[in-house]
T-cell receptor
Framework: DAGITQSPRHKVTETGTPVTLRCHQT?????MYWYRQDPGHGLRLIHY???????DKGEVSDGYSVSRSKTEDFLLTLESATSSQTSVYFC??????????????FGPGTRLTVT | KQEVTQIPAALSVPEGENLVLNCSFTDSAIYNLQWFRQDPGKGLTSLLL?????REQTSGRLNASLDKSSGRSTLYIAASQPGDSATYLCAVRRSSGSARQLTFGSGTQLTVLP
């Protein structure tokens, strides 16, 4: 799992409430990503970070914000959760392989239900 | 915009059969392609990574091929086992200057029957 943890692993929240998901890595990799996974859509990129305080939008960023104040932590915030944000959220890092190329490694996921 | 398609969405085979999973992509200007495995309720595990300059990669019973010009990749699984049952996803990375972003297919759910 390349030292990636996500918290919480499961959360149920009500529509309109703020929610923050945390991704923590132990190996100081520069690139971190947040994806959501929904049936029939595979994984879609929400936001990514290429360093402390350096973030950018992905394909489905509306309704989400991110922050990265430390190399090891990448936070995803839903400012006002909606039922359409019910999903499984995955964090990933980009890390070098033994051959010097880069692969993405994923955390265990957070299952979020918005009621 | 890159689009990645995996057909079929689900596949069921008897144990011991050799099988091929397909992945196609619309933009051939890729940097690499990665195959992942996902077990129910779990995260993704990287299986194979093929650089755009490579034609194939092998790991154990798995062999992935890449035909960049036609926008296709296949994952070949030899002598399938019930433990191979999982969802298999392919993902392509665009040019090297794109923050290493991946575009995923929606996956093929494989069931290997004992």
């Amino acid at each position: 799992d390349a030292g990636i943890t996500q918290s919480p692993r499961h959360k149920v929240t009500e529509t309109g409430t703020p929610v923050t998901l945390r991704c923590h890595q132990t190996e100081n990799h520069r690139y971190m990503y947040w994806y959501r996974q929904d049936p029939g859509h595979g994984l879609r990129l929400i936001h990514y970070s290429y360093g402390v305080k350096d973030t950018d939008k992905g394909e489905v960023s509306d309704g989400y914000s991110v922050s990265r104040s430390k190399t090891e932590d990448f936070l995803l915030t839903l400012e006002s959760a909606t039922s359409s944000q019910t999903s499984v959220y995955f964090c990933a890092i980009s890390a070098p392989t033994s051959g010097g190329k880069y692969e993405q490694y994923f955390g265990p996921g957070t299952r979020l239900t918005v009621t | 915009k890159q689009e990645v398609t995996q057909i079929p969405a689900a596949l069921s085979v008897p144990e011991g059969e050799n099988l091929v999973l397909n992945c196609s992509f619309t933009d051939s200007a890729i940097y690499n392609l990665q195959w992942f495995r996902q077990d129910p309720g779990k995260g993704l595990t990287s299986l194979l990574l093929i650089q755009s300059s490579q034609r194939e990669q092998t790991s154990g019973r798995l062999n992935a091929s890449l035909d960049k010009s036609s926008g296709r990749s296949t994952l070949y699984i030899a002598a399938s086992q019930p433990g191979d049952s999982a969802t298999y996803l392919c993902a392509v990375r665009r040019s090297s200057g794109s923050a290493r972003q991946l575009t995923f297919g929606s996956g093929t759910q494989l069931t290997v029957l004992p």
